[in-house]
């Protein structure tokens, strides 16, 4: 079993930036494929990036791309986000994810463990 907790989400106002971690506890998630989902208000959930198991190939979603960087730390095992130049449609709570396979997914039915998330708030 992976344990999964998210922190440094917060309120923050527009074109400020964030990192979100999520420290991973229980077993190593070094041969995991890590993401970040999100979810906002009456919306569904949605990727945001995805980092695989030796952190050769990230991804991202395409409203995110060029702002935010996924990265991993081994020896910490855990797993961060960093969120620049941030927009209102930011906001939402955003959520760690591990999946077993090693290969890149946006699909959130293919993360086997999930953390609690951390609110992300971003105002004008």
């Known amino acids: 079993?992976?344990?999964?907790?998210?922190?440094g989400g917060g309120l923050v106002q527009a074109g400020d930036s964030l990192t979100l971690s999520c420290a991973a506890s229980g077993r190593t998630i070094s041969t995991y494929t890590m993401g970040w989902f999100r979810q906002a208000p009456g919306k569904a959930r949605e990727f945001v990036?995805?980092?695989?198991?030796?952190?050769?190939?990230t991804y991202y979603?395409?409203?995110?791309?060029?702002?935010?960087?996924?990265s991993r730390e081994g020896a910490k095992n855990t797993v961060y986000l960093r969120m620049n130049s941030l927009k209102l449609e930011d906001t939402a709570r955003y959520y760690c994810a591990a999946s077993r396979g090693n290969l890149y997914s946006g699909r959130d039915v293919d993360y086997n463990y999930w953390g609690q998330g951390t609110q992300v708030t971003v105002s004008s």
């Open 1 to 7: 079993q992976v344990q999964l907790v998210e922190s």
């Open 49 to 57: 990036a995805a980092i695989i198991w030796n952190s050769a190939a």
């Open 61 to 70: 979603a395409n409203s995110m791309k060029g702002r935010f960087t996924i």
